[in-house]
């Protein structure tokens, strides 16, 4: 009976800890909504990265986006350009060890971004 009770009491303890914890947290945060509005280039995104140097990249319907906390810059693909994009509709984003961003478009072709060109 003594081990119930302590079990019961440790619980409860724990219980009222979680709460404080999650409701101090959650005073302290506050969010931003991005969209459109904002400059995003497309309310669908399918994809979201932040790289080591702070930007925060967004895979969309339309184009990739690089959001430096402020402003964003569009990438999307240009027929004229052999260099921009292959398609607009980006799935997937990863940065590898020395920087560059991975970005795979539907269709299934990868791109390589090198911010240091």
């Not at 459109?36 to 994809?47: E, F």
């Not at 964003?72 to 020395?98: A, T």
């Amino acid at each position: 009976m003594l081990i119930q009770f302590h079990k019961i009491i440790l619980i409860l303890t724990f219980g009222c800890l979680q709460f404080w914890n999650v409701n101090t947290f959650a005073q302290e945060i506050a969010f931003n909504h991005l969209t459109v509005q904002s400059g995003l280039s497309n309310n669908k995104v399918n994809t979201v990265i932040q790289d080591r140097t702070g930007f925060i990249w967004f895979g969309t319907e339309d184009g990739l986006n690089r959001y430096d906390g402020y402003n964003f810059k569009i990438f999307r693909h240009d027929p004229s350009d052999s260099n921009s994009l292959s398609g607009n509709s980006v799935w997937s984003l990863m940065e590898d060890h020395i920087g560059n961003i991975w970005i795979g478009t539907k269709g299934g072709v990868l791109n390589r971004f090198n911010p240091r060109k």
